[in-house]
């Protein structure tokens, strides 16, 4: 059982891991078979696939089910083979990738008596070295997006790929300031990072393939490289045999590759201390209690698998997790204590947080709502959000598969691909019959149904009524790109996104809303409604209880990772099966919509 990549990447978190991983030491100098190779990576890259699809405001993935992870594998694979077809435009010379696996490159190598072991995406090999490509399904976004307004740390240079602005030999501050520069070019090196996580991975890689070549006597030139998602990449609509075809538009391919050469060589020392650590925690083998830290990675999709057992300290209700932006730490005398700082020395609940601490009005807030077992309410400015909606009201609410390839016309990479929607129509206030006042839509199978979607719904909206949503973002986003894929019904959904109230105005708060209505900045910045069973989340499925009977427990589909694959497994279904399913996620949607009704029916009843 050598230590693969995947296995290294996570064994350097902490020494516990690998105690609880029943490392047997005997193995460790043997090989893995790329089978077992691709089943221990198959879990991280469906997490790193559902980490880029959804936010960390949204759905329940670090708690759903394997086989719903399972909906995303065949997409993964898809882009390896994209990448590995495109490459040949790229790199010149002989490529070697897989369709079916078998037949990848690999490399191992024995460090201090450990062999370690990784296999190689694209492996390309020319008269001028070796080029490595690791396959990710993440998109150019993350990196293009690290410089100042303006620029990218990265260009793209003569050949199409993308470079970092030094490694092109230009002059940065032609570009931006060299602190900016700097600046962003450090988050590469942080593997805790969105853009780091990757860059950690393939200098991981790296460190197994040059040891390997040295053991070998051998010295050649390796270059490494990243191959991503291209955000900028619009599918033209173009199939054959009912698949897309992702051929080069407007100069664009459907994969990005980025030379990560450099940064990579500079992780070398690091990962070589890495490596010196797990042989450490290798001899050792010890299950006790570490402390736990950021390396636990424990609201994030890509967490520990052992958190677990290791945060199994904290309180089910009422962690230090519950308050609101923990992330920034706590402070006192200008001190900064982080809230690892906290949960290793004992403080794992709210209350164990002394008052000093709490810097933060919202936190002192939330701590005296948890003490008294009461609600926190500012009745004023509650009203105040509840005399800017009018009637009749919409409460609009969607669904989508965010899939890491466009699937039709007008769709980037990990576009959200509206599939259904939910209408509840308030005709005054408080008057809203749930199955009689509600219309919607689910397309019926995985042809492009979106036109008729969108030709229903702005049947059923107006142009001048105002629609209700939870947390706006999301809903204006799919309406603006709705309206940019559909010209002809552009003005309508561009009026109907303009006609957008956010209902979590009224139950957080929303500080131009409120700074325009005459409030303060500090106390339009502070949130209208807290109680404690919120435990620091404003999610619908959170606040909905506080007002309501209406519950999900129980529910067939219940939340929107199950909504995106139940839509995903319509091909698959049989009829009574699909028929079955077609009726919970129409149950489901209409669900998140008559949710809206009760919570703002309940606000108003709770400051009459």
């Known amino acids: 059982m050598a230590i693969t990549k995947t296995k290294f990447i996570n064994y350097a978190r902490c020494p516990r891991y690998v105690a609880l991983d029943d490392l047997k030491k005997e193995k460790l100098d043997s090989m893995v078979k790329l089978e077992d190779y691709k089943k221990e990576e198959e879990e991280e890259h469906i997490m790193e696939l559902l980490g880029n699809m959804f936010d960390g405001e949204g759905n329940d993935l670090i708690d759903v089910r394997n086989e719903h992870l399972e909906t995303m594998m065949p997409y993964y694979n898809k882009v390896e083979i994209l990448a590995g077809e495109l490459a040949s435009k790229y790199f010149k010379g002989k490529l070697k990738f897989s369709k079916t696996t078998y037949n990848q490159e690999s490399f191992d190598a024995v460090i201090d008596n450990i062999r370690y072991l990784c296999y190689v995406d694209i492996y390309n090999e020319n008269e001028d070295g070796i080029n490595i490509i690791e396959v990710k399904a993440t998109t150019t976004k993350k990196y293009l997006s690290l410089g100042s307004k303006d620029y990218s740390i990265f260009k793209k240079g003569v050949d199409g790929i993308y470079y970092l602005l030094e490694d092109l030999n230009l002059n940065i501050e032609d570009y931006m300031p060299l602190k900016v520069y700097e600046k962003n070019r450090e988050k590469l090196f942080d593997r805790y990072s969105s853009c780091g996580h990757y860059i950690y991975d393939v200098a991981v890689q790296r460190f197994i393939i040059e040891n390997d070549m040295k053991n070998h006597g051998e010295n050649k030139n390796i270059k490494y490289y990243l191959a991503v998602l291209n955000s900028n990449y619009v599918f033209d609509g173009k199939y054959e045999n009912a698949e897309p075809i992702y051929d080069t538009i407007d100069g664009e391919d459907i994969i990005s590759y980025i030379d990560v050469t450099s940064i990579t060589r500079d992780l070398m020392d690091k990962i070589y201390l890495d490596s010196k650590k797990i042989n450490k925690y290798i001899s050792d083998l010890n299950v006790s209690r570490v402390p736990l830290g950021e390396y636990c990675e424990y609201k994030k999709t890509v ?306």
């Open 303 to 608: 967490k520990c698998k052992y958190c677990p057992l290791c945060f199994d300290i904290l309180p089910e209700k009422h962690s230090i997790f519950s308050y609101m932006n923990n992330n920034f730490g706590f402070k006192n005398n200008n001190v900064k204590y982080s809230i690892y700082d906290f949960i290793n020395d004992g403080k794992v609940s709210m209350l164990d947080v002394p008052d000093e601490f709490l810097n933060r009005e919202k936190n002192k807030i939330q701590k005296g709502c948890v003490i008294s077992g009461k609600p926190y309410v500012n009745e004023k400015k509650i009203k105040d959000g509840i005399k800017q909606i009018t009637y009749p009201l919409y409460h609009l609410d969607f669904e989508t598969f965010p899939c890491p390839l466009p699937r039709y016309k007008g769709e980037r990479p990990y576009t959200q691909s509206v599939f259904q929607f939910s209408l509840h129509i308030e005709k005054e206030p408080g008057v809203c019959d749930k199955q009689k006042d509600h219309y919607g839509y689910l397309a019926p199978d995985h042809k492009d149904h979106r036109l008729d979607l969108v030709k229903y719904m702005c049947e059923l909206i107006p142009s001048d009524k105002m629609v209700l949503v939870y947390n706006d973002s999301f809903e204006k986003t799919r309406l603006k790109e709705l309206a940019y894929i559909f010209p002809e019904y552009k003005d309508k959904l561009l009026k109907i996104r303009d006609n957008v109230f956010d209902l979590m105005n009224v139950v957080k708060t929303k500080s131009s809303l409120y700074e325009s209505l005459g409030y303060s900045l500090e106390e339009a910045k502070m949130f209208n409604y807290y109680n404690p069973n919120m435990d620091g989340s404003f999610s619908i499925k959170k606040v909905l209880p506080l007002f309501s009977n209406l519950t999900y427990k129980g529910m067939e589909v219940a939340n929107g990772v199950e909504a995106m694959v139940t839509y995903a497994s319509f091909p698959k279904l049989l009829p009574l099966d699909y028929k079955h399913k077609y009726q919970k996620l129409i149950e489901y949607c209409s669900q998140d919509t008559y949710a809206m009704f009760e919570v703002l029916d309940g606000l108003r009843k709770t400051v009459k």
